[in-house]
């Protein structure tokens, strides 16, 4: 497809030959190698994943490429894993402001993926016409050159391993046993958190939230649980030297079986191919066939060594200057969550916040032609008098003003209050 017919079937708001200049300008580090393999077995067949490796910001423009790799856990059922599988990509997409430059673009994407997660969710909770209760987790990775965003809800994992051989977290485990912040969150919205009682009164298994039984705080689907079980992602972006890495994506069936460390050393050296069934394999030896069990592994090597990156077994360098400045956000303390990667590794974003109004931010963008605001989760135009901004109404904080953005349409603005428990949950249903 020439550069013309581009133009003329998607006019973007800059030139596109603006637009080209700056990918260019932009990258004066060549793009690295995105190379990638996946194993799985199966116990239940609720385990759905996604790969992506050709993804275009402009249609037709090969140096805009971008990668998209996820994993779906799903529970009770497989359709809110399918539906997110089929539906995620695009929601996230349609959310990040045409036009955008390369840097604009990856500044915008930790929004577009709350905004994507959120009206996924909102989405496949109307669809159906009769209550749906399967849920799903979500870890959502996109690489655009050495920059990597991932998104997550629920307890499935990714992790990134380095050259320096430090192995670092990139989610965060939304499972109400282990996320002390979660329980807060879920029993002031109105959850009670607890185990199940059995055996005359004996309690067994993880936490869990009730109504529902459910033992993750985050999830997409599970329209059946209250709502304070909610599908907004907590997000990194970090950007690894040109020396790349490998990232380890994968379900709990993994993570049950194998720690961070043991997942990264069980596979160093060999092509990801090969490392996706050794993974699977390390984790069925300790712990047998308990679960649906799925492993991404995407190595990001620099294209001058097209060969997967050996990296022998380093004892870490405790006296590594260049640590992680920010401290995390919303994250468990485990030992392997140490974000200390031997100055290798610029840590870009990190939020993990339920709250809407802190994750869409405060723009209230109105669409100066139409004059229509778009919703800042499912972007549809609508008049101001019909939507309402985050912030205002009955609700709104003190400290905060009302009509403050972002702006909302009725629809979201209802599953923003059902999510902070000011409403009962109640699936709403598309007439
Ligand atoms: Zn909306």
């Known amino acids: 497809m020439s550069q013309t017919e581009v133009s003329m079937m998607k006019p973007p708001l800059v030139p596109l030959a603006t637009l080209i200049g700056r990918e260019l300008r932009g990258e004066k580090v060549e793009k690295p190698f995105v190379k990638y393999g996946q194993a799985a077995l199966a116990k239940k067949g609720e385990d759905y994943f996604?790969?992506?490796?050709?993804?275009?910001?402009?249609?037709?423009?090969?140096?805009?490429?971008f990668s998209v790799f996820a994993i779906f856990d799903g529970h009770n059922g497989?359709?809110?894993?399918?539906?997110?599988?089929?539906?995620l990509l695009t929601n996230v997409l349609s959310a990040i402001p045409q036009g955008a430059s390369r840097d604009e673009w990856l500044q915008a994407l930790p929004r577009a993926l709350v905004a994507g997660f959120v009206k996924t969710d909102i989405e496949f909770q109307q669809k159906g016409t009769y209550c749906e209760t399967s849920g799903t987790t979500v870890t959502f990775v996109v690489i655009d050159g050495w920059t990597v965003t991932v998104a997550s809800v629920g307890d499935s994992r990714c992790i990134l391993d380095t050259q320096g051989g430090v192995v670092s977290l990139l989610t965060v485990d939304h499972r109400l046993e282990e996320n002390v912040e979660e329980r807060e969150r879920v029993t002031a919205s109105g959850g009670?958190?607890?185990?199940?009682?059995?055996?005359?009164?004996?309690?067994?298994?993880?936490?869990?939230?009730?109504p529902g039984g459910l033992c993750l705080s985050r999830s997409i689907g599970d329209t059946d649980v209250g709502e304070f079980i909610v599908p907004v992602p907590h997000v990194k972006q970090v950007k690894l030297s040109n020396a790349g890495g490998r990232l380890v994506i994968a379900s709990d069936g993994i993570w049950d079986a194998l720690s961070s460390d043991m997942a990264a050393q069980s596979c160093?050296?060999?092509?990801?191919?090969?490392?996706?069934?050794?993974?699977?394999?390390?984790?069925?030896r300790s712990r047998g066939l308990k679960d649906d069990t799925t492993c991404l592994v995407v190595d990001i090597i620099p294209s001058d060594h097209p060969a997967p990156p050996i990296t022998p077994r380093k004892k870490h360098n405790m006296l590594s200057s260049l640590l992680f400045g920010k401290k995390a956000l919303n994250s468990t303390n485990k030992a392997s969550n140490k974000l200390s990667a031997v100055g290798v590794v610029e840590e870009l974003f990190e939020e993990?916040?339920?709250?809407?109004?802190?994750?869409?931010?405060?723009?209230?963008?109105?669409?100066?032609?139409?004059?229509?605001?778009?919703?800042?989760?499912?972007?549809?135009?609508?008049?101001?008098?019909?939507?309402?901004?985050?912030?205002?109404?009955?609700?709104?904080?003190p400290a905060s003003k009302p009509w403050e953005g972002p702006f909302l349409c009725t629809n979201c603005r209802r599953k923003k209050d059902a999510m902070e428990g000011k409403r009962p949950s109640c699936p709403t249903v598309a007439t």
């Open 268 to 284: 160093r050296g060999l092509p990801a191919e090969l490392a996706a069934k050794l993974v699977v394999k390390e984790a069925l």
């Open 78 to 87: 497989i359709s809110a894993a399918i539906f997110a599988k089929e539906n």
């Open 192 to 210: 009670e958190v607890g185990r199940l009682n059995v055996f005359g009164g004996n309690e067994v298994g993880p936490l869990r939230c009730w």
């Open 50 to 65: 996604l790969i992506k490796p050709d993804c275009q910001r402009i249609p037709g423009n090969a140096s805009t490429s």
């Open 352 to 397: 993990g916040s339920a709250v809407l109004a802190e994750r869409l931010g405060k723009e209230f963008p109105l669409n100066t032609s139409s004059g229509l605001f778009k919703c800042a989760v499912c972007q549809v135009d609508q008049p101001a008098g019909d939507g309402l901004s985050v912030n205002s109404g009955p609700f709104f904080s």
